[in-house]
């Protein structure tokens, strides 16, 4: 694991951010992270260090710090319904932060995002090249295949615009989005003949990442899918050669009596 330095910038428009990178004065990949909906909180920031122990630069911005009420948003009593338009312009402040890190190489970028802000990698992939989007418990339920003000293109599009490798992470105990979510988020990167693993792990709960959140969080889970969001990462980053084969993959752990009805939240 590299040493780290960590510290915070504001981006174009008053986006506060937070940054995580090696000890190093080596140029390395970037990932733009996406905090879950409870906005830049710890957890977000820890993710964002483990990014840089594991030898990425980070950035987290705080894509929710428009909402008048923080402390609410924080604890969860309060949402941001961010609109794919202002996601998109935040991402891109991000990116533009990093230009005089040193470390950053911003030739190759993969976004990550959580819940809420699942579909935003592929917002980012459909509107400029990345090296790949990934996604952890969302951008699949049924409103995320809504057109409308705030979703004004349909994911169906955005996937097919997507131009790099998506990885889908969900769990099997989710009360949110069922396996057949997942599968039709599985069908649409087919379809539009996308590189991709998509898998969901046999008994997490919706939030199985959040290690802040003990109902939820799921130890073995968490650590199995971000070996599994390593390996892929190393792939997508890794030098191209002409000819290479798409690779698509799916995985699912489900028990014998899975039934989407029965699973509930947890806190």
């Known amino acids: 694991m590299a040493q780290i330095k960590t510290w915070t910038t504001t981006c174009a428009g008053g986006l506060p951010a937070?940054?995580?990178?090696?000890?190093?004065?080596?140029?390395?990949?970037?990932?733009v992270l996406l905090h879950e909906r409870y906005g830049l909180v710890p957890h977000t920031m820890d993710l964002a260090c483990r990014h840089a122990r594991e030898g990425y630069v980070c950035i987290a911005a705080d894509y929710f710090f428009r909402h008048p009420d923080q402390d609410a948003l924080h604890r969860g009593d309060a949402g941001?319904?961010?609109?794919?338009?202002?996601?998109?312009?935040?991402?891109?402040?991000?990116?533009?932060?990093?230009?005089?890190?040193?470390?950053?190489?911003l030739t190759r970028i993969a976004a990550m995002g959580v819940c809420q802000t699942g579909r935003h990698p592929i917002v980012l992939a459909?509107?400029?090249?990345?090296?790949?989007?990934?996604?952890?418990?969302?951008?699949a339920q049924d409103r995320e295949w809504q057109v409308n003000a705030r979703f004004p293109v349909g994911l169906?599009?955005?996937?097919?615009?997507?131009?790099?490798?998506?990885?889908?992470?969900?769990?099997?105990?989710?009360h949110i989005i069922s396996i057949e979510h997942v599968r039709r988020f599985r069908s649409a990167l087919e379809r539009t003949n996308k590189a991709f693993h998509v898998e969901m792990f046999g008994g997490a709960p919706h939030g199985w990442l959040n290690d802040t959140m003990p109902g939820r969080y799921r130890r073995e889970q968490a650590?199995?899918?971000?070996?599994?969001?390593?390996?892929f990462?190393?792939?997508?980053?890794?030098?191209?050669?002409?000819?290479?084969?798409?690779?698509?993959?799916f995985k699912a752990s489900l028990s014998p009596n899975y039934d989407f009805t029965k699973n509930v939240r947890y806190e």
């Open 18 to 31: 937070f940054i995580a990178a090696p000890d190093t004065a080596q140029k390395v990949p970037v990932i």
């Open 80 to 105: 941001y319904d961010m609109t794919d338009a202002e996601s998109l312009d935040y991402m891109e402040a991000a990116i533009a932060a990093l230009v005089d890190t040193q470390q950053a190489d």
């Open 126 to 139: 459909a509107h400029r090249k990345i090296s790949a989007a990934l996604v952890w418990y969302g951008a």
């Open 156 to 174: 169906d599009t955005l996937i097919e615009r997507a131009d790099c490798p998506v990885l889908g992470l969900y769990g099997e105990g989710d």
């Open 223 to 231: 650590e199995a899918a971000w070996r599994t969001q390593r390996e």
């Open 233 to 249: 990462l190393a792939r997508a980053f890794a030098t191209k050669s002409e000819g290479d084969f798409i690779q698509q993959s």
